[in-house]
């Protein structure tokens, strides 16, 4: 079975950095992508980022692109988020998910495979 364990969340003042790791286990095969999504209190989970595995390709949300990076070790099986210049409108449940078919990277549908969230919050 495929399992994800996102770590790395915790509090931090506007203009600060923090850096997420999504340690992946249980994939058979390489083709597979794994995406960062947030959850704010009383919203709905929106996409942040998500890396293929395949060719590498990266995908950000107009929000973050120039302040958050997105990347793979394969040799410690983890995803890390790189999140600089945060905002409090940054504050949320960051979830890691996965999908072996990659069609829409920030639709939640298209992941079959979730972690427990970590929580960031971000001080004004």
């Known amino acids: 079975d495929v399992q994800l364990q996102a770590s790395g969340g915790g509090l931090v003042q506007t203009g600060g950095s923090l850096r997420l790791s999504c340690a992946h286990s249980?994939?058979?095969?390489?083709?597979?992508?794994i995406g960062w999504f947030r959850q704010a209190p009383g919203k709905g989970r929106e996409g942040v980022s998500c890396?293929?595995?395949?060719?590498?390709?990266?995908y950000y949300a107009d929000s973050v692109k120039g302040r958050f990076s997105i990347s793979n070790d394969n040799t410690k099986n983890t995803v890390y988020l790189q999140m600089n210049s945060l905002k409090p409108e940054d504050s949320a449940a960051y979830y890691c998910?996965?999908?072996?078919?990659?069609?829409?990277?920030?639709?939640?549908?298209?992941?079959?495979?979730w972690g427990k969230g970590t929580l960031v919050t971000v001080s004004s």
């Open positions: 998910a996965a999908t072996e078919k990659l069609v829409q990277w920030d639709n939640t549908d298209n992941m079959d495979y």
């Open positions: 249980g994939f058979i095969f390489d083709d597979y992508a």
């Open positions: 890396i293929s595995n395949v060719d590498g390709t990266t």
